[in-house]
């Protein structure tokens, strides 16, 4: 089975059993409070760490946040807090 078809049974199942995509598919969860705080959820650790830009692994790619006095507020297994001035996100894949 190809990659595709395995995803679209993954969606119906979720949507099915009512579990959320991000956790089923494996898919990056990213909330914004402002321009001030991020939170990526499902990540798979840090490829790089400035005050100007920090990009984190996800599952197909990375997700790169530029702005101005960045910092990792917290980090645990399946979060990332990411507190300054956020000019920008980016989600490569």
Same mark, same amino acid.
Do not use: C, W
């Given at each position: 089975?190809?990659?595709?078809?395995i995803?679209?049974?993954?969606? !119906?199942?979720?949507? +099915?059993? =009512?579990i959320?995509?991000e956790?089923l598919?494996?898919l990056?969860k990213?909330? &914004? @409070?402002?321009?001030?705080?991020?939170?990526?959820e !499902?990540?798979?650790? +840090?490829? =790089?760490?400035s005050?100007?830009?920090i990009?984190?692994k996800?599952?197909?790619? &990375? @997700?790169?946040?530029s702005?101005?006095?960045?910092?990792?507020?917290?980090i645990i297994? =399946?979060e990332?807090?990411?507190?300054?001035?956020?000019a920008?996100i980016d989600?490569? @894949?």
């Amino acid at each position: 089975m190809n990659e595709e078809k395995i995803t679209k049974i993954k969606s !119906n199942i979720s949507n +099915i059993l =009512e579990i959320p995509k991000e956790i089923l598919l494996d898919l990056p969860k990213i909330t &914004f @409070i402002g321009n001030l705080q991020v939170s990526i959820e !499902n990540h798979k650790g +840090i490829i =790089e760490y400035s005050s100007e830009n920090i990009r984190v692994k996800i599952k197909d790619g &990375f @997700i790169k946040i530029s702005g101005i006095d960045l910092a990792i507020k917290t980090i645990i297994t =399946e979060e990332i807090i990411i507190s300054g001035k956020i000019a920008s996100i980016d989600y490569y @894949i």
